[in-house]
T-cell receptor
Framework: AQTVTQSQPEMSVQEAETVTLSCTYD???????LFWYKQPPSRQMILVIR??????QNATENRFSVNFQKAAKSFSLKISDSQLGDTAMYFC????????????FGQGTRLTINP | EAQVTQNPRYLITVTGKKLTVTCSQN?????MSWYRQDPGLGLRQIYY???????DKGDVPEGYKVSRKEKRNFPLILESPSPNQTSLYFC??????????????FGSGTRLTVV
C-alpha cells in the first residue's frame, strides 16, 4: 500500500518570503502521479500542481514549483514570493498510474502567511 | 458551470439516526469517490465507483454505504451514525482516464457532527 507523509503540521512565514513544504511517499510502483492540493478556509480543494513520475523535469506553475526526487521518494512544494492568499492547508497526494484512480493523501501542512 | 454539488454543507445529527449526504456532478464523469478528512490524518477514501452500478470499498468503509444508480449521483449513506463519524466529508469525481491529468473535481464538503 502507498503512504504519503507530510512531516510539517504547521508553518508560518512573512509575506513575500519563499517557503518549502515537504512530502515523502512510499510505493513500489514505478509509474504514478503526484499532486499538491490547497485547501483555503473555504474548504474547497484546489489543485495547485501535478507531477508525472516518468518526467525528470520538475513541474512549475507560476509561483509554485516542485522538487521531485524519485529515488528519494520526495516531492516538496516551493512557494515563491508568498502572498496572504496562500494561507491554507496544503495536502500532498499520490495516485498510481494503473488501476482505480485513488488519491492517497498526506496529513496536511497548515501554512500561514503573515503580513 | 462544471461542478460537484454536495448537500448539506453542515449537518448535526444524533447517534443512530440514519442520514444521507447527496453528491451530484454535471460533467458526465465516470469515476466518483467519497473521502473523509480528519485532523492529522488528511483525507481518506471511504468508497468509490468506477461507473453506474459499480462500487467498491476504499480504506475506511465501515459504517457507510453508497449507491450509484445514475451516473451523475453518488450518495453517501450512514445507516446508524456514531460520534466517530464526526468529520468533514468530500465527494469527488473525475473523467475516467484523466484523473491523473487534472486530479479530481471536489465538492465543497459536508461538515457532519454526530452527538
Amino acid at each position: 500500500a502507498q503512504t504519503v507523509t507530510q512531516s510539517q503540521p504547521e508553518m508560518s512565514v512573512q509575506e513575500a518570503e519563499t517557503v518549502t513544504l515537504s512530502c515523502t511517499y512510499d510505493t513500489s510502483e514505478n509509474n504514478y502521479y503526484l499532486f499538491w492540493y490547497k485547501q483555503p478556509p473555504s474548504r474547497q480543494m484546489i489543485l495547485v500542481i501535478r507531477q508525472e513520475a516518468y518526467k525528470q523535469q520538475n513541474a512549475t506553475e507560476n509561483r509554485f514549483s516542485v522538487n521531485f526526487q524519485k529515488a528519494a521518494k520526495s516531492f516538496s512544494l516551493k512557494i515563491s514570493d508568498s502572498q496572504l492568499g496562500d494561507t491554507a492547508m496544503y495536502f500532498c497526494a499520490f495516485m498510481k498510474q494503473q488501476g482505480a484512480q485513488k488519491l492517497v493523501f498526506g496529513q496536511g501542512t497548515r501554512l500561514t502567511i503573515n503580513p | 458551470e462544471a461542478q460537484v454539488t454536495q448537500n448539506p454543507r453542515y449537518l448535526i445529527t444524533v447517534t443512530g439516526k440514519k442520514l444521507t449526504v447527496t453528491c451530484s456532478q454535471n460533467m458526465n464523469h465516470e469515476y466518483m469517490s467519497w473521502y473523509r478528512q480528519d485532523p492529522g490524518l488528511g483525507l481518506r477514501q471511504i468508497y468509490y465507483s468506477m461507473n453506474v452500478e459499480v462500487t467498491d470499498k476504499g480504506d475506511v468503509p465501515e459504517g457507510y454505504k453508497v449507491s450509484r444508480k445514475e451516473k451523475r449521483n453518488f450518495p453517501l449513506i450512514l445507516e446508524s451514525p456514531s460520534p466517530n463519524q464526526t468529520s468533514l466529508y468530500f465527494c469527488a469525481s473525475s473523467l475516467s482516464g484523466t484523473g491523473e491529468l487534472y486530479g479530481y473535481t471536489f465538492g465543497s464538503g459536508t461538515r457532519l457532527t454526530v452527538v
